[in-house]
């Protein structure tokens, strides 16, 4: 802008109009979580809220930026979603503000799947998926009964070699050394695997008729407890149905499960249908949320169902031979 006075111009001025009515922004502040630090698994997300100050400033957008988005990827919305393993740094951004949040993305947690038996020889596999086998390993004898559980608590599901009444505990899936042996039972007896009382390891318990003999050590001696359940003519599953981190019994009659969720006698706490009564049945945590359902085998068909409800399978796949024998287990670790 200039001026003239009396023939005189003086020189030109810069003026800025400002709006009094804008209120700018002075700082931003991570509000969820409020510790800065954010824990997501692969594949998972969770949203990042942000809020900026004062809280009458004109424009309260806030922007975000990941600093690895190969690791952890943020949207608009400061939705974080876990890419690979590691850690990223989340920025909230508003008019020359900032404000961090450190994320740490770990491993999905895995789930059950399948292993196949064909003589000696074991061949699993770490996916619900067809497929060639991941390992293949051969230990024991023909004739052995081949059980599979969490023996040692260290996540990972491995090999027990039955013969007779002695048990042969394998804590690798390689079975190249013995962890332990003991005795439990009699040579003709149905032996079912299970976290009985809920300490992160896998032990035994017979099965005579209705009444089942729970063990919960892997070493030679009598029953820790006693319980009856069903007929003796029902097909029995063992998992765990609620998630309370015990194993417990499920009567199969037909096509029709009968859900108890406590080692004691008494009544089902849930019953409902799934596949045919003649079909194989498999138990499993399918979907690692540690909850055990219910997976039918027709041939080499696997109908996996996520719940304990009636209804049609969430996924299916094919996996080995129709003749094989079928294990079930967390071969990688959770």
């Known amino acids: 802008m200039t001026a003239t006075a009396g023939g005189v111009v003086s020189p ?29 698994t692969v594949g998972s997300s969770k949203t990042v809220k942000a809020s900026v100050s004062p809280a009458n400033a004109t424009d309260r957008t806030v922007s975000w930026s990941s600093s690895a988005a190969s690791v952890a990827k943020v949207d608009a919305n400061g939705k974080v979603t876990g890419v690979k393993e590691g850690t990223a740094i989340i920025v909230a951004f508003s008019q020359g503000h900032a404000a961090l949040v450190e994320v740490t993305v770990k491993a999905a947690p895995r789930g059950d799947t399948l292993g196949i038996r064909r003589g000696t020889e074991y061949h699993f596999r770490y996916s619900l998926s067809t497929g060639p086998a991941d390992k293949t390993v051969r ?5 052995d009964v081949a059980l599979v559980g969490d023996w040692d608590g260290d996540g990972k599901d491995t090999l027990m070699l039955r013969r007779g009444n002695m048990n042969y505990v394998y804590n690798d899936l390689d079975g190249k050394t013995l962890a332990r042996s003991f005795q439990y039972g009699a040579a003709g007896d149905v032996v079912l695997v299970g976290d009985w009382d809920g300490d992160g390891k896998d032990t035994l318990a017979v099965r005579r008729g209705n009444a089942f003999h729970i063990r919960n050590s892997l070493t030679t001696g009598p029953a820790d407890r006693v319980v009856n359940y069903g007929l003796a003519t029902d ?15 499920m009567v199969r009659r ?5 859900v108890r969720n406590s080692l004691t006698t008494g009544k089902a706490d849930r019953i409902f249908n799934y596949g045919l009564a003649s079909d ?16 039918v085998r027709r041939g080499n ?11 049609k399978a969430d996924r299916i796949f094919n996996y080995g031979l129709a003749t ?3 294990l079930v287990g967390n071969w990688t670790g959770r």
């Open 12 to 40: 030109a001025v810069a003026v800025t109009v400002t709006d009094a009515s804008l209120v700018p922004v002075t700082g931003v502040k991570v509000t969820d979580p409020v510790s800065g630090k954010l824990e997501v």
């Open 139 to 143: 230990m024991g004898m023909s004739n």
């Open 235 to 249: 097909q029995i599953l063992v998992g765990d149905w609620d998630g309370d981190g015990k194993d417990t019994l």
């Open 254 to 258: 037909g096509n029709e499960n009968h």
């Open 280 to 295: 194989r049945i498999l138990v499993g945590d399918w979907d690692a949320d540690g909850k055990d359902t219910l997976m």
């Open 301 to 311: 068909e696997n109908h996996v169902r996520n719940s304990l409800t009636t209804g």
């Open 324 to 326: 094989d024998t079928v």
